[in-house]
Each structure stands twice: as structure tokens, then as C-alpha cells.
């Protein structure tokens, strides 16, 4: 959650959870609905939205601005965030549902099969011509981003409803490996660049007493189970084949496939069950949650940690002000395997499929406008940061001379005004309900320092360490967090999905442990995988990409 927290903070003063978002410079304003140029009667729009801690709906200064910017008055149907996903299935159950809904993706949205299924029913209304007429920040976004259009466009061509598209460029290469940088100058090593030369980094760091105790308590390398890339042996496996740590898929020619029928994946095996059978993988990696890797990382008699997986150090060691440790965390590029291969990772930098913002067929035409003449303000740099950080001036303001954006050569658009302790509440903002359109380019426009071990300056350390996955990618890569799914599909999709994920991760683990042979059984796990309708699975898959705008 450190890495959604962080995210938050790039754009509230506190990361909310994730990049292209300079669409707001360069796409038409949205000034077309300044109060002005409307009727000077109200429109009267009645607003599903959750109501996070510390803001007031109803007296927020955001809220007062919009209503006076796009002439609306809001009736809130507000909930808290506790409970929010089942208010909203009572709402729409009840048929006693609101003009539109305004949702927190990160707490709740409309899942891809919602949408299909309230907008066959005529509940949820196409949004299509609506943008075209009044939304050209809308429309110039899904005209330029194939992962937003494909997240919004729905297998019959509808849009019936808008994701957050708050990308976050770190999370996007969340399979990082951060490594003990104080050890490898106290041995006189140097960074590893492949496979061998990271195993041999491991061995000195087990049997040379890198942190000079006298004692063989190091770790050379651990993880966890959990996400926020944790598990080590996708880091690993991509000097081999490519891993994506979620469902290892491949694509290859537009088919997709599974990387871990391959021989490449065999022999990644090979090398990881190598590094276990001398000891330098931790074997709670494969077992323990994160708050067990952070007291590795944070051992309190001595350092004790070589190599750590994870998204960000802050999983396994303390980046606070006063912290002992986190400076010697630093990243290793993705490594090199026997064939040359080097991978890293990728995906949608945590969008997740779904909508946070429809419209209802209660909505009358102008209320119908007047909201997505809102939502497309929220699509440029200034709307944006008013609706989620705050009003500029109270929570935001424009960079000083000399002040740095975080992206290399980026000119700062936004630098935000710290919260100072004590101070009430400034409530002028909407948070999570304000994101919209938080792509790598607009995240990349904010102000941030340039000491990247100072806690205040995370974000750019966390930017400059994914510098170093990025381009790591295949050049081809099956998109499963954008893709629909056929509704009649989604939930065999679902058991398949599961049944073999962790039939393949059960294996890896029993393979690199030596509990089976990967000369003997390895035929034997491949039937199993194909037992498991791998092959019925593939082919949902493939049928739903096939079908998606990504092949259009």
C-alpha cells in the first residue's frame, strides 16, 4: 500500500496509485463550460460519490468552484469509504439511482462486467457522442492513448463509463531487486550485470562477512509473498524468459502463449533452484508476508540483508527521516542470462479495468452536459490538480525559477503546498474522487527535489531506479489488465486463471526446492498444465484481444 500511498502524495501533499497526463497542455480547454455561456438557471444534478476523511462534500471549495465554473448544483448522495462498493450495488439494485456516479477507483469502481451489463440495460448511458460534441480534452486523450481507449471502449464500441487513469511509472516495473551497495563496497564488488556475476555477488555476501560482525548472519537475498513485486523469482526468471509475475503469458505474432511451458522457463528454474541449493535465497522468501521481510531488512543487532525483491525499499527497510538503512538499498539493472536475454516486467502502472465515472438515464441533457463538460476540465493539468490535490494557491501552486520537475528535461507545472501540522482540514480538493487523468507526463510536470535518499524526495528515486527497467520490456506484451473479457466468459476466465497461476507458482516453488526433478518430472508438470484447460484458457484469452482495440 506504500506504493499507492506514495503515489497520493505526488498529487495531494501526502503516491495515490499512478503517468501521461499532459494532455491538459497540448488538447483544447474546456472553457466551453464556463457558468457564462449557460442558462442562469442551475442544472440540477444528483451525485453518487464517497466522501473520504477530512473533506465535506457539500462546503468543499473544489465543489463550490465547479458548480459556479459549469453552473450545477449538486444534491450529493454521499457515502463513507467503508462499505462504499456495496452502497453503490444497493444503489443501482434499488432502481432509486442517482444522475451519475462519481466513485474512488482506488475504493471502489464499476467493474468491467457492471458496465456491460447496466449499459445493455440502458442504466448506464453511452458516453460516446457526449464526448465528441463537448469533451475535446476526452477525446484528444482517447485519440492519443491506446491504454486509456482500450480501458474506456467496451466490445460493442460504447463508452459507458470513464477509468482514473492515474499511472504510476514506478509501479508500472514493479519486479525490482534492490541491492546492499555499502556491502558491495565493503567486499571491493562491483554492481552485477548477469546471471553469474549476481550468484557469485550472493556467495561472497553469505561467506565474507560483508557487515564485518564476525558472524555468519547475512541474508544474501530475500522477498515475500505478497505483491508490489516481492517474489523473487520474477527478477530472476526475466534473464530467461519473460515473467509478468501475474500469469506468466507471452505474446508473440499477436497469439497469445504461457512462458512457463517453455524451455527457457525450465532453465530459469535451473538457475534459481542453483542460488537455493548453496543458500543464497532466504527460504522465507517463498513463505512470509511483508512484515516479516521488513524485519530482515531492519534486523536490529546488525545489518543483515544482501539483495532485497520488491516495487520500492520502503517494503523492507524504514526511508523515514532518522532511517539507518534505506541509503544502501539501490537498484540493480535488470540482469543478463547465459542467452543474452534481459527483461523487466511490465504492465499498466496499476490502472485497474472499470469505471469510476457514468452517467444514468435519470440524467437529464443538460445535466448530462454539464457533467462531462466537468469531467473533461478534469482532463487538463489545471483541473486535474484542483479536483484531486486541491485549488491552486490553498494546495498547489505554480514552480518558482529554479525549482525541478521530477521527469529529466519535463518543464514543472505543478509544485505542491505541504500540509503544516496542526493546521485544520483545507478541504479543498475532492482526492481520490478527482482522479481522472494522471498519465506519466503529468506526474512527470510536478515539482520534486533532487536529494533522492531525503524521504521528501522518494518519488525521484523510485523514477530514477525505473530509468533503468524501462526499455526492458518485450517488445510485445499481452495486455491482460485492458483486455474484456466476453461477460459469458469472465467467471470460467476467473477459475482457469486461478487454477493455473497457482498450479505454475506451486511447481516453481517444489522445483526450486527439489521436491521435484526438473529433468524427471518436468513432462509431468507440462500434462498437469494442459490437464488444467491451459490450452481452453489461452483461448479466451486470445479471442478477447483479438476483439480488443488494441487489434484495431
Not at 28 to 54: W, Y
Not at 80 to 104: F, N
Not at 531 to 549: C, N, P
Request: glycine residues 8%; charged residues 25%.
Amino acid at each position: 500500500m506504500l506504493a499507492f500511498v506514495l503515489m497520493v502524495s505526488m498529487v495531494l501533499a501526502a503516491c495515490s496509485k499512478n503517468d501521461n497526463g499532459n494532455a491538459s497542455s497540448s488538447a483544447p480547454s474546456s472553457g466551453s463550460g464556463a457558468a457564462s455561456e449557460q442558462s442562469s438557471e442551475p442544472v440540477k444534478v444528483k451525485l453518487f460519490a464517497v466522501q473520504e476523511p477530512n473533506i465535506d462534500l457539500a462546503t468543499n471549495k473544489f465543489t463550490k468552484f465547479a458548480e459556479e465554473k459549469f453552473n450545477i448544483k449538486f444534491n450529493f448522495e454521499t457515502v463513507p469509504s467503508d462499505g462504499a462498493k456495496e452502497k453503490r450495488q444497493i444503489s443501482l439494485a434499488s432502481g432509486d439511482y442517482p444522475d451519475a456516479y462519481m466513485l474512488t477507483a482506488y475504493l471502489d469502481q464499476f467493474s468491467q462486467a457492471d458496465l456491460l451489463k447496466y449499459g445493455k440495460q440502458g442504466v448506464l448511458i453511452p458516453l460516446n457522442d457526449l464526448i465528441k460534441e463537448y469533451a475535446p480534452n476526452i477525446q484528444a486523450a482517447l485519440d492519443s492513448n491506446a491504454d486509456l481507449k482500450a480501458f474506456s471502449v467496451a466490445p460493442d464500441g460504447n463508452i459507458y463509463g470513464l477509468p482514473a487513469y492515474t499511472q504510476c511509472f514506478h509501479c508500472s516495473y514493479p519486479n525490482k531487486m534492490w541491492i546492499n551497495t555499502k556491502w558491495l563496497d565493503n567486499l571491493k564488488l562491483q554492481m552485477p550485470k548477469t546471471t553469474e556475476e549476481f550468484k557469485k555477488v550472493l556467495e561472497a555476501f553469505k561467506n565474507d562477512d560483508p557487515n564485518g560482525n564476525g558472524k555468519k548472519d547475512e541474508v544474501p537475498l530475500s522477498g515475500s509473498t505478497e505483491d508490489f513485486g516481492v517474489r523473487v523469482v520474477p527478477f530472476l526468471m526475466n534473464a530467461f524468459v519473460y515473467d509478468d509475475d501475474r500469469n506468466h503469458l507471452v505474446l508473440k505474432d499477436g497469439k497469445v502463449g504461457s512462458a512457463a511451458t517453455t524451455e527457457e522457463w525450465r532453465q530459469g528454474l535451473t538457475y534459481i533452484k542453483s542460488l537455493y541449493d548453496e543458500g543464497l535465497i532466504d527460504p522465507g522468501a517463498f513463505t512470509q508476508n511483508a512484515e516479516a521481510f521488513k524485519k530482515i531488512g531492519e534486523n536490529g543487532d546488525a545489518q543483515i540483508l544482501g539483495a532485497g525483491a520488491g516495487m520500492h525499499p520502503a517494503i523492507f527497510v524504514n526511508i523515514d527521516v532518522g532511517n539507518k538503512n534505506s541509503k544502501d538499498y539501490n537498484p540493480v539493472t535488470p540482469l543478463t542470462g547465459p542467452n543474452g536475454v534481459s527483461l523487466a516486467t511490465h504492465d499498466g502502472g496499476g490502472v485497474s479495468p472499470g469505471a469510476k465515472f457514468a452517467i444514468t438515464n435519470k440524467a437529464s441533457k443538460d445535466a448530462q452536459i454539464a457533467m462531462i463538460k466537468l469531467v473533461d476540465y478534469m482532463f487538463t493539468t489545471e483541473g486535474q490538480t484542483n479536483a484531486a490535490s486541491g485549488m491552486e494557491g490553498i494546495d498547489w501552486r505554480k514552480p518558482k525559477d529554479g525549482e525541478v520537475a521530477l521527469g529529466e528535461g519535463v518543464t514543472p507545472q505543478v509544485a505542491t503546498i505541504p500540509a503544516v501540522e496542526g493546521e485544520a482540514p483545507r478541504n479543498a480538493g475532492w482526492s481520490g474522487m478527482g482522479h481522472f487523468y494522471m498519465p506519466k507526463e503529468y506526474r512527470d510536470s510536478f515539482v520534486q527535489g533532487t536529494d533522492i535518499y531525503d524521504s521528501a524526495n522518494y518519488e525521484r528515486r523510485l523514477y530514477q531506479a525505473t530509468l533503468l527497467y524501462q526499455g526492458h520490456e518485450p517488445k510485445d506484451l499481452f495486455p491482460l489488465w485492458a483486455i474484456w473479457l466476453d461477460p459469458a466468459e469472465v467467471d470460467e476466465a476467473s477459475m482457469l486463471q486461478t487454477n493455473i497461476r497457482t498450479y505454475i507458482d506451486e511447481n516453481a516453488l517444489q522445483f526450486i526446492t527439489g521436491h521435484k526433478n526438473l529433468e524427471k518430472d518436468w513432462d509431468g508438470y507440462v500434462k498437469g498444465l494442459n490437464d488444467l484447460k491451459l490450452g481452453r484458457y489461452l483461448e479466451i484469452l486470445q479471442k478477447a484481444y483479438d476483439g480488443s482495440t488494441f487489434k484495431q
